[in-house]
């Protein structure tokens, strides 16, 4: 049986970002596909070109179905398994208005934890 593969865009220099795709459990399942949106910079500018900005939350790629921010989060949790956080996560991004209520608070918590780190939230001139 071919496994689906699933592609994750996020980016890697956020140490949240890159926490949260380490800890998701789908290899065992789906061939996954991560890619770093600072490394791919044609990628980013795909995905801006269909109104998804990569600043605002990372992309989530299924055959036929393509997931942005919360979406992103809720679609992952739907099909991540293992590990008390990653269970966490899964349970909190299962629940649709929990997600939406959180997301927004997650996504400045990021923008601070990158202007503290001297790390630009866009990708713009990346190798």
């Given at each position: 049986?071919?496994?689906?593969?699933?592609?994750?865009?996020?980016?890697?220099?956020?140490?949240?970002?890159?926490?949260?795709?380490?800890?998701?459990?789908?290899?065992?399942?789906?061939?996954?596909?991560?890619?770093?949106?600072?490394?791919?910079?044609?990628?980013?500018?795909?995905?801006?070109?269909?109104?998804?900005?990569?600043?605002?939350?990372?992309?989530?790629?299924?055959?036929?179905?393509?997931?942005?921010?919360?979406?992103?989060?809720i679609a992952l949790s739907m099909i991540s398994t293992g590990?008390?956080?990653?269970?966490?996560?899964?349970?909190?991004?299962?629940?649709?208005?929990?997600?939406?209520?959180?997301?927004?608070?997650?996504?400045?918590?990021?923008?601070?934890?990158?202007?503290?780190?001297?790390?630009?939230?866009?990708?713009?001139?990346?190798?």
């Amino acid at each position: 049986m071919t496994r689906e593969t699933v592609e994750i865009v996020y980016d890697g220099a956020c140490p949240f970002c890159s926490n949260y795709v380490s800890l998701l459990r789908l290899r065992d399942e789906f061939n996954v596909r991560l890619v770093d949106a600072r490394v791919h910079p044609n990628v980013v500018a795909d995905f801006a070109a269909k109104g998804m900005d990569l600043a605002d939350g990372m992309i989530v790629r299924f055959p036929g179905s393509v997931h942005h921010g919360a979406d992103a989060m809720i679609a992952l949790s739907m099909i991540s398994t293992g590990g008390w956080l990653s269970g966490f996560f899964a349970h909190i991004f299962r629940h649709r208005w929990l997600a939406s209520l959180l997301y927004p608070g997650m996504k400045l918590g990021r923008r601070i934890v990158l202007a503290l780190l001297g790390i630009s939230r866009t990708f713009e001139n990346q190798p």
